[in-house]
Structure formats: structure tokens, C-alpha cells
């Protein structure tokens, strides 16, 4: 795969090099990083462990190439990737591969997550243009007690250096969806992907540099996040992070100092089933929502809140549904395929035994082998319980009894995360009026939660994030306003 043909030139031995000034270069530290296959629980990657002289290296090429960058025309820019996603849809096929091997991610989602990064591309490139091409002219007449003798410009200039961070679960799509917006706007890119991971995205990187953009544009650094993890994101060369991510995110927010923000941490959505909904449909959804690529997505729906008169209905519906779930390697494309590390699986076990200590009603047998939990249904599950309030980032849900709206509202909300949420019931009225109770960025009606399409605004309040991603919320994050002020003589008037 990548030992030959077009991405060759980024391995040496069974070591992935990193990229730094449009070139792929092995780390002096003579040190590698290991991926474990969760299938196998066996090293299927490496990847370089990168120096702090090295970071400093990458970013002082981005800073250098930033410069020349912002000078380059929109269409020019655009054009470059426009042909970037071209090169990146070519080689799904490799970079799937890499998908399915690093994160356990089933083969036609694999599939599925490097094409829609490549529509990310082609549609950011298109918005940027029509965005950054537009300013603004203001005259100072239109304020109260001014004379029109001043006239302001406005335009969007590029912020300069951002931090890119993306996440396991999506380390393809969720890199583009902040590389896109930095590069359309001016910027340059030093990328950090994750571990679990990374082989994709410096896959992905490649096709960057084969579209042939300017030399230290786009720098990729790997390594532990406990040798360069704070040194990057405290570094004074970097004016921006995009982070998408865990509770890191937090304690990112902490130490960044005077620098903007772009953050997408976790979240524990919530599901509020009424008794007017269609619980066919919501069921489907639940099941869809809450089991997709095992749990591991902070869209997943992570509690359902269903009232009383319908919950026995809804969890046989749902529990119908899991029965038809396929379990096993993300080759074969199972629906639940093993979560991405050993200590993931054992986080989401003790938020079971935890359950199943405080008699938690357990719709299916718990069963693990290795990394791969088989899906489970938590129903009667209480407040008391961690798994009411923890996110499992795995293939388990947890089902709560209500009898009424406001005990479902109040469980959402007194919850410390506010990314998504969803509620199901045949009254549109009903579904505003929680959609406007409920403390999160984003509430589905009659759907479960989902970031997507990448164009529309996403975002999470509490501990669930700083700011708004979606491409148009994204390259307006990643640009200021530059503002040039004329001014004239006052003019002389006469009457008569």
C-alpha cells in the first residue's frame, strides 16, 4: 500500500516520517510511536516521534510560508484544492485501508469519511472564494454627530499559523475540516493528528503536497501528546487551535493564553422520547445514533429519556433492532467493530459494572472479547448511576424512565456537556419548546444527533466547546477583520 507507488516517499523501513518544509524526514530522536490494531491488539503502524526542535522547526516553516501564502490569489488558492481533494478521492482506496487498520472503523465508512473530506475540500474552496472576496464600505455620515469626512475599508485577513488537532475517530475528515477553511482563508497549517490515527492522516497530507502547494505550508508533526502536546499548543509561533477531542480540550483552554479557539469536546446527548412520537422511527434512530461505529462519536445519542407510558414499548423496539446489529472485525464491515484501545474498552466496562452493581436492568448479556463489546441496552437506568452522567464513547446506552418533559429537560441540562441533543414527538410545537429548553448547540427533531452535512454551523456550549465549526463559521474563525480609514477634508456646504 504505502511502501510503493504514490505514497512511498513517506515511509522508510516500517516507519512513517513526518513532513516539515514539503519534505518527509525521519525524526532525529531515533524514536517511533507505536499503533496498536484493535482488532489484533498488535503494533500495525509507526510513526516518527518528533523532537521539540522539530516542532519548532515545522512551525517557524509555516510561519515563513504563511507570508507569501496571504498574497496568493483566492482563485489561486482554491484551485490548489480544488486539486487536493481530486488526489484525495483517487486514493480512498489506500487511506481507508489505513482507517480500518488504525481505528477499527468499518471499510465502507472508511470508505465514506475520505470522500466526504474531499467534498469538504471542493466546497470550502468555493464558499472561501465568495466569502474573502466580498469587504466592506462604511461612511462616517451614517453615525450620529459625523461630517462625511471618513471612509472606512474593511476586509478579512488570514490569522496566520493554526494549530490543527483532530481526533481518532475521525482523524481523516475531522483534520480537512480545519486544514480547508485555514488554507482558503491564508493561513498555514501545522497539523497534530492522533496516535490511533495518524497513518491516514499523513496519507492525507500527502495528497496535499501532490497537489503542490508552497513548501512548509502545511506542516504534520507526530509523537506522544505528553512530549509535544503542550509544547505545541503553548508555543508562541501558533495564533490559532482547531481542537476536536476529549477533556485535553479543557485543560488546552487553560494554557493557550490570548490565542483563539476552536474547540468540539465531548458530549453525553441526549434523546427525549414523548409518548405522541413514532417509536418506530425513533427507535431506528436510537439504534443508528447510539451504535453507529460502536458509540464512538460525540454525536452518539448517550442516554435516552423516555416518559414512562411508552418506555417498555420503546426499549422492545430498540431491543429488536440491536438483535439485528452485526458484531466482529471492521474488515467484514460489522456494525460494532472493536473501540480503538484497550483502555477505552476497559473505561466503558466499568460504567457497566458500575450499572449492574446498582441493579440496572441489562437487556442483553455483557459480553467482551478483547477490545469488542458486544452492543448492550442499560434500561431503568438511574441518576445515581456514572453511566447516567459518563460518556462511554462505546458501544452501551443507558435508558431513564421520566414522567414528564421538565424531568427530561432537567436531566439534559443539569448534565456538564451541551453538544446535541434530540427529541421525537408528532408536536412541532412540543419539539421547539425543548429544542429552546435544552442546554446544547444543537437540537435534532425527530433525528438523532449528527455533525454533519460539514457546511451546516456546529457547536457545543458547557464543557462541550469554545466556538462554532461548519466551513463558513470556520474560515470567519480563521481570519480578522482589518479595518483602513480615509479621511478627507471636511467639506464646505452652502445653501441656497
Same mark, same amino acid.
Given at each position: ?10 515511509? =522508510? ?15 532525529? @530522536? ?10 489484533? *491488539? ?8 518528533? $523532537? ?7 512551525? =517557524? ?77 462604511? !461612511? ?20 496566520? !499559523? ?26 498555514? +497549517? ?21 497537489? &503542490?502547494?508552497?513548501? &512548509? ?15 505545541? $499548543? ?7 487551535? @482547531?481542537? %476536536? ?20 469536546? &465531548? ?12 417509536? =418506530? ?22 442516554? !435516552? ?26 474488515? #467484514? #464491515?460489522?456494525?460494532? %467493530? ?15 459494572? =458500575? ?38 464513547? &462505546? ?40 429544542? #429552546? ?13 449528527? *455533525?454533519?452535512? #460539514? ?5 457545543? +456550549? ?9 466551513? $463558513? ?5 480563521? $481570519?480578522?477583520?482589518?479595518? %483602513? ?12
Amino acid at each position: 500500500m504505502a511502501g510503493s507507488g504514490t505514497f512511498s516517499e513517506i515511509i =522508510d523501513g516500517d516507519v512513517y516520517k513526518y513532513y516539515v518544509d514539503g519534505q518527509w524526514k525521519k525524526s532525529s @530522536s531515533g524514536k517511533s510511536v507505536p499503533i496498536i490494531n484493535p482488532t489484533t *491488539r498488535n503494533t500495525h503502524y509507526k510513526v516518527q516521534a518528533c $523532537t521539540q526542535e522539530e516542532v519548532n522547526n515545522v512551525i =517557524d516553516s509555516a510561519k515563513k510560508a504563511q507570508k507569501l501564502w496571504a498574497k496568493t490569489p483566492l482563485w489561486k488558492r482554491a484551485e490548489l484544492l480544488h486539486k487536493a481533494a481530486a488526489i484525495l478521492k483517487e486514493n480512498k482506496a489506500p487511506i481507508a485501508e489505513c482507517l480500518v487498520k488504525e481505528i477499527a472503523k468499518p471499510a465502507k465508512d472508511s470508505v465514506t469519511e475520505v470522500v466526504r473530506s474531499g467534498d469538504l475540500i471542493s466546497y470550502c474552496a468555493e464558499e472561501g472564494v465568495r466569502i474573502l472576496g466580498e469587504g466592506k464600505f462604511l !461612511v462616517s455620515d451614517s453615525f450620529p454627530g459625523n461630517d462625511r469626512t471618513k471612509y472606512c475599508l474593511t476586509s478579512k485577513i488570514p490569522i496566520g !499559523v493554526v494549530l490543527a488537532i483532530p481526533p481518532f475517530n475521525y482523524p481523516v475528515n475531522l483534520a480537512i475540516s480545519k486544514i480547508a477553511p485555514a488554507l482558503i482563508a491564508g493561513n498555514s +497549517i501545522v497539523l497534530k493528528p492522533p496516535t490511533q490515527g495518524a497513518v491516514a492522516a499523513l496519507h492525507m497530507v500527502h495528497c496535499f503536497h501532490l497537489a &503542490g502547494f508552497p513548501k &512548509g505550508l502545511i506542516g504534520c508533526v507526530t509523537g506522544k501528546g505528553s512530549e509535544i502536546g503542550d509544547f505545541l $499548543t503553548m508555543h508562541p509561533g501558533v495564533n490559532c487551535i @482547531s481542537f %476536536t477531542g476529549g477533556d485535553t480540550g479543557i485543560s488546552i483552554s487553560r494554557k493557550a493564553g490570548m490565542v483563539p479557539l476552536q474547540m468540539e469536546l &465531548g458530549g453525553k446527548d441526549a434523546c427525549i422520547v414523548l409518548e405522541d412520537a413514532d417509536l =418506530d422511527l425513533a427507535a431506528a434512530n436510537i439504534v443508528k445514533g447510539g451504535f453507529s461505529y460502536s458509540g464512538q462519536r460525540c454525536t452518539a445519542v448517550k442516554v !435516552v429519556l423516555v416518559m414512562e407510558k411508552v418506555a417498555s414499548s420503546l426499549v422492545k423496539k430498540v431491543n429488536e433492532k440491536v438483535a439485528k446489529l452485526t458484531v466482529g472485525p471492521p474488515e #467484514d #464491515d460489522c456494525d460494532i %467493530t472493536p473501540v480503538v484501545t484497550e483502555s477505552s474498552a476497559n473505561f466503558i466496562e466499568g460504567l457497566v459494572m =458500575d450499572a449492574k452493581e446498582k441493579k440496572a436492568t441489562f437487556c442483553q448479556e455483557y459480553k467482551r472479547k478483547g477490545n469488542l463489546i458486544w452492543p448492550l441496552l442499560l434500561d431503568n437506568v438511574r441518576p445515581d448511576m456514572r453511566i447516567a452522567w459518563e460518556e462511554p464513547f &462505546g458501544p452501551v446506552l443507558p435508558v431513564i424512565r421520566i414522567n414528564s418533559v421538565e424531568e427530561g429537560i432537567h436531566h439534559c441540562n443539569a448534565s456538564n456537556f451541551g453538544l446535541q441533543g434530540c427529541v421525537f414527538t408528532s408536536d412541532i410545537n412540543k419539539a421547539i419548546m425543548i429544542s #429552546d429548553a435544552m442546554e446544547t448547540g444543537t437540537v435534532q427533531i425527530n433525528s438523532a444527533p449528527a *455533525r454533519g452535512p #460539514d457546511h451546516f454551523p456546529f457547536q457545543g +456550549i458547557k464543557d462541550s466547546g469554545i466556538g462554532s465549526q461548519g466551513i $463558513t463559521n470556520s474560515i470567519h474563525m480563521m $481570519t480578522k477583520v482589518k479595518t %483602513t480609514v480615509i479621511n478627507l477634508p471636511a467639506p464646505s456646504y452652502t445653501m441656497g
